[in-house]
Structures are given as structure tokens and as C-alpha cells.
């Protein structure tokens, strides 16, 4: 096709969007929710690959890795929602918080990391900042696929959830990256463990504020700014920034 012919038909196209010809609209609400929620994982991808902490054969390995957490997070909701009945409801909104949600999050994302954490023909494990820098990738390609769903479902969650569950998501990436880099280059006793455990634990303190009744944002919100000044403490003081292809 010509491009100005394919420049004519795209100006065309945004006209019918911007006169709210229906389906237009439709479509186009639809292509920019995904664009908008996937941007972070985009990014940071391309942070990656500047830095050498990963190739272009790892874009759809990441985004597929992360689609698999998702959906086995979704799945373990599915398994455990049905035991809230077997609780108080004083202590139902901790145990959505921390059972339904922090636990298989954080555990299906950390699986997910794990395929990408070595290298090279002895698979030795990867310098720890790139395999922070990888978890971060795929934390966010798992947090954009969280925000495709929420919009569709609560399309007025969307602000909250991008400008808090994003960076919240990416920082726990690096506390429980953190522990899986010590396991791996450390052996089974390596110290850290209470990076995992803080992970859960502010996820599920995240979760919670909005699992009680009315509902405290500012718990969630503070909880995402404490993540994520960890993790920048936690980035700045990991090992180089040696990069390694793989």
C-alpha cells in the first residue's frame, strides 16, 4: 500500500474515533488500554536490552512466562476463594489479602523468573543485577496483564492501579529476586529469606487496603511507596551492573 494512502486512511480512521462512531471508539478504547498498560513492560524491556541484560528472543519468553504466572495466580483464586467461608469477618479482607493473593502472586511469579536466571553452556547462575533487572521485566509484563483485566472489569480502577500496582509490582520483582539470587549462587541456607518474606508481606499489606470495608487507599498507597523505595535501596546496592547475554 502507499503510504499516503495509508497515512489518508489512518487520519480517517482517528476522524471517525474523535466523531464517536461506535465500533471506532470501541476499538480504539481497546488498542489504547493495552498499549498504555503493556508501556511499562515495553520500557523496561528496552532498559534491558541497553544494558545487556537480555536479547529480543527474550521479549516473548518474558511476556509468556508472565501470562502462565497470571493465569496460575488466577487458577490458585479459584482454588482458595471457596475456604473464606471458613472465616470470621474480622479476619476474612487478611486472608483474601495474604492467602489469595500475595502468597500465589508472588510464588507464580518467582516460578517464572526462574527459567531465565541462568546462562551460557554450564548454566551458571546470572549476575545478580541482571536477574533483578529480568524479574522486573516480567513483574511488569504480569502487572499489565492484572491491569488489561481490571479495566475491563472496573475501568474506574485503572488510575489507581497504574500509578500504585505497576511500581508495586516491579519492587517486590527485586525483593523476592533478591533471595532467588542467593539460593542460586549461595547454596540451600543462603541468607535473604526474609526478602521473600517481605515481599508477601507488603503485597499482602497492598492488598489488604483495598479488601477492607470501606476500602483504605492509603494503606495500599503507602504500602507501594515503602516497596518501592526498597527496591531502590535494594537495585543500588546489588552486585554491578555487568550485563550478560544469554
Not at 551458571?124 to 521485566?137: F, N, Q
Request: overall charge positive; hydrophobic content about 55%.
Amino acid at each position: 500500500m502507499d503510504a499516503g494512502v495509508l497515512i489518508k486512511k489512518t487520519i480517517v480512521f482517528f476522524l471517525l474515533v474523535l466523531k464517536g462512531k461506535g465500533r471506532y471508539s470501541f476499538l480504539m478504547t481497546s488498542v489504547t488500554l493495552v498499549f498504555f498498560s503493556l508501556l511499562p513492560f515495553l520500557a523496561w524491556f528496552f532498559y534491558c536490552l541497553i544494558h545487556k541484560h537480555a536479547v529480543m528472543l527474550h521479549l516473548p519468553g518474558f511476556f509468556g512466562a508472565a501470562l502462565i504466572a497470571a493465569a496460575f495466580s488466577v487458577a490458585a483464586r479459584f482454588v482458595l476463594e471457596p475456604f473464606a467461608v471458613f472465616f470470621p469477618p474480622a479476619v476474612l479482607p487478611l486472608f483474601t489479602a495474604l492467602a489469595v493473593t500475595a502468597i500465589p502472586e508472588e510464588a507464580t511469579k518467582l516460578l517464572a523468573v526462574i527459567p531465565f536466571s541462568r546462562s551460557g553452556p554450564g548454566r551458571s547462575p546470572l549476575p545478580e543485577r541482571t536477574l533483578l533487572a529480568r524479574a522486573v521485566c516480567i513483574s511488569l509484563a504480569f502487572s499489565s496483564l492484572e491491569n488489561i483485566f481490571f479495566a475491563a472489569k472496573f475501568p474506574g480502577s485503572l488510575p489507581l492501579r497504574f500509578s500504585t500496582a505497576v511500581p508495586l509490582h516491579a519492587s517486590l520483582a527485586v525483593f523476592s529476586a533478591c533471595w532467588l539470587s542467593g539460593r542460586l549462587n549461595r547454596g540451600r541456607f543462603a541468607p535473604g529469606f526474609r526478602m521473600l518474606v517481605a515481599a508477601i508481606c507488603l503485597h499482602a499489606l497492598y492488598a489488604l487496603g483495598f479488601e477492607l470495608r470501606p476500602i483504605f487507599a492509603g494503606l495500599s498507597v503507602f504500602t507501594a511507596a515503602v516497596a518501592f523505595i526498597g527496591a531502590v535501596v535494594l537495585w543500588n546496592t546489588c552486585g554491578d551492573d555487568d550485563g550478560q547475554r544469554s
